[in-house]
């Protein structure tokens, strides 16, 4: 079975700029979620989509975004790019929400620069 | 305000030797936590996990225990290698319906 992919896997934008990664979950799995990853703050939660619906939202400002297609693909938009912005973007599926074991698997992550 | 806090940010350790990595949590409401392990270059996969009605989990190497009346837990490797050098988040959430919240991470280098 194929794992998390994410496209691009690196991103060079400048401040002001807008960008879009994606997120192809594991087949079958229809949650998808992603983090913002920086040196010293671990993972930051930014949201989590299921069937299409945004069911959790991290405290991030509007300038981030995302959605979720009909094939569980996800994507997430940054807008209007600060330097601060620069960081890993992780996406994480899982099967669905709840259940007693809810493992989530990792993508190899966005590594974003802005410049 | 930081609800997960693994205040080392790295650990160093011998190899064959115990790996103790220390998690805080101050959400008393969380009721189920996970460790994770990262890799550089890869994402994080999961490693193990405990509920709060446990007090321990054991895994192969890995053993997670927990102090609810803390709101601490570890992890601990026995005996470590050289290939656990990587970073080991610790996780909590308060229902399996809700988000999963990390923390910072700690790096662990385990020395041949």
């Known amino acids: 079975k194929a794992g998390v992919t994410q496209t691009p896997r690196y991103l060079i934008k400048t401040r002001g700029q807008q960008v879009t990664l994606s997120c192809s979950p594991i087949?079958?799995?229809?949650?998808v979620s992603w983090y913002q990853q920086t040196p010293g703050q671990g993972l930051q939660f930014l949201f989590e989509?299921?069937?299409?619906?945004?069911?959790n939202k991290g405290n991030f400002p509007g300038r981030f975004s995302g959605r979720q297609f009909s094939n569980s693909r996800s994507e997430m938009n940054v807008s209007t790019l600060e330097l601060g912005d620069s960081a890993l973007y992780l996406c994480?599926?899982?099967?669905?929400?709840?259940?007693?074991?809810?493992?989530?698997?990792f993508g190899p992550g966005t590594r974003l620069t802005v410049l | 305000d930081q609800q997960v806090k693994q205040n080392s940010p790295s650990l160093s350790v011998q190899e064959g030797r115990i790996s103790i990595l220390n998690c805080d949590y101050t959400?008393?409401?969380?009721?189920?936590f996970l460790w994770y392990k990262k890799y550089p270059a890869e994402g994080p996969t999961f490693l193990i996990s405990?509920?709060?009605?446990?007090d321990k989990n054991e895994d192969g190497r890995f053993t997670v225990f927990l102090n609810k009346s803390a709101k601490h837990l570890s992890l601990h490797i026995v005996p470590s290698q050289p290939g656990d050098s990587a970073v080991y988040f610790c996780?909590?959430?308060?229902?399996?319906?809700?988000?999963?919240?990390f923390g910072p991470g700690t790096s662990l280098s385990v020395i041949p």
């Open positions: 994480a599926s899982s099967p669905g929400p709840g259940g007693p074991h809810n493992e989530q698997f």
């Open positions: 087949s079958g799995h229809r949650s």
């Open positions: 989509y299921f069937s299409e619906t945004q069911r």
């Open positions: 959400n008393s409401m969380f009721d189920y």
């Open positions: 405990i509920s709060s009605i446990k």
């Open positions: 996780a909590a959430r308060k229902t399996s319906y809700d988000k999963v919240i």
